[in-house]
């Protein structure tokens, strides 16, 4: 496609369980971020892919969250054990090289019931 | 830590005022961006200011760049309602491309 896909779109999960939320960079594009917002809030940083390595994963909350990029293409961010907290819109950005303009997926808006 | 403190949070104007809208760091940035973001859409990039000093403009949207890097301003002339949404700084600390984001400025433009 032209710009950065995620899906689902929403995903409505129980408290406790597992979800995958996928996103498709744009076709060629080596850099690749994941960032949780808040409503009302501004995106926060939690991990960044050069090609198939994360080459920063401090954001990342704690030891239940995990990303992977296996053919430096299609990353998926992985929640275990999910929690109310966790409840925020997932977006997805990439761009053709580090440090060059960042283009924005739609998000994943997740609920933890 | 780098943060990015955004003012005001809100924002709420008659079409055809004027705003400003601030973006305050104690840390040096390589690049600052701004962009908005419509409810259910990601953020969307309006401008990249790289050297101290500069000021860039997108038709009614001016855009300035602190010298020391570290603060940068949003200025929008004759607001419009189609100018509503959240607008959002954000800080590139290295070649890395990892943004810092702002808390946001939502503004609400009344026609």
């Known amino acids: 496609g032209a710009g950065v896909s995620q899906t689902p779109s929403n995903k409505v999960t129980e408290k406790g369980k597992y979800v995958e939320l996928r996103c498709d960079p744009i076709?060629?594009?080596?850099?690749l971020y994941w960032y949780r917002q808040s409503l009302g809030q501004g995106p926060e940083f939690l991990i960044y892919f050069q090609g198939t390595g994360a080459a920063d994963d401090s954001g990342l909350p704690n030891d239940r969250f995990f990303a992977v990029r296996p053919e430096g293409s299609v990353s998926t961010l992985k929640i275990q054990r999910t929690e109310r907290g966790d409840s925020a819109v997932y977006l997805c950005a990439s761009s053709s090289n580090p440090g060059t303009e960042a283009f924005f997926g739609q998000g994943t808006r997740l609920t933890v019931v | 830590t780098q943060l990015l403190e955004q003012s005001p949070q809100f924002l709420s104007i008659q079409e055809g005022e004027n705003l400003t809208v601030y973006c305050n760091s104690s840390s040096v940035f390589s690049s600052l961006q701004w962009y908005r973001q419509e409810p259910g859409e990601g953020p969307v990039l309006l401008v990249t200011?790289?050297?101290?000093?500069e000021v860039k403009k997108l038709k009614r949207l001016t855009f300035q760049f602190g010298d020391a890097r570290k603060d940068s301003s949003l200025h929008i002339t004759a607001a419009q309602p189609g100018d509503t949404g959240l607008y959002l700084c954000?800080?590139?600390?290295?070649?890395?491309?990892?943004?810092?984001f702002g808390q946001g400025t939502t503004l609400q433009v009344k026609p």
């Open positions: 954000a800080g590139a600390a290295s070649n890395t491309g990892k943004l810092i």
């Open positions: 076709s060629g594009h080596t850099a």
């Open positions: 200011v790289v050297t101290g000093g």
